[in-house]
């Protein structure tokens, strides 16, 4: 491991070589940052994805159990990232992903489950996370980006699940979408949902409903459907 500024990271054995990444592996207080050199790359998370920075199963279980949280992405990012292409991806911690510049956008190819207390959040460019697969965590999921919801999905959260930027929609085929949110404690809404084949949203929690884009707050439990 090596930092962006200052002397190297104390250096560690991992079952890939980190000095082929085109990439800063920065240690920081609560977790690890790896900052690709350029803003374009695209980034593979979980086998079965692909990038120029690549993030197999082995090598995430090795990063999460020495640094516990990790960050991927950086404020200048425009970075294309898959999330999986087979078996489900196992977050043994937190993962952010930051791609906020134009350009950005987040493909969730396989299941995502998580473990430890792992949250998922995303500090996404507006366009787009394609939903392609369910996720369930048991901290909280975050996602700073518009979603695009491909088939039957649910967002399952152990904490709370908080949707905000542009919008909540279907992937604009002739098969109707749907989608369940579930947190054990809150659900919050801030953008418009529906449209583009986008039939039905489901939420579930524990303490309280908020869909402030549609200008209601829902009590605890209550399912909305469009």
Known sequence: LHAANGPPAVSFSFSSDLS????????????????????????????GASGDIFLSHTLLDELFARYGTIRVGG????????????????LRGSL?????????????????VGMNGASLIIHGSGHTIDLNADVDVPGDYIAGDAIVVNGNRTIRAGGRIAIDTTSVMGNGDAVLDSLTLIAVTTVDI?????????????????TGITTSAAGTQNPTGTEVGL
Do not use: C, M, Q, W
């Open 20 to 47: 082929d990444f085109s990439a800063s592996f920065v240690e920081e207080a609560g977790g690890l940052s790896i900052l690709p050199f350029d803003p374009n790359a695209s980034i593979g998370i979980g086998d």
């Open 75 to 90: 404020p200048e990012g425009a970075h294309v990232v898959e999330i999986g292409g087979g078996d489900p991806v196992v």
């Open 96 to 112: 952010s992903i930051y791609t906020p510049r134009a350009g950005g956008k987040i493909r969730i190819n396989s299941p995502i």
């Open 190 to 206: 801030t953008v418009p949902v529906g449209g583009a084949g986008l039939n039905t949203l489901s939420v579930r929690a524990g």
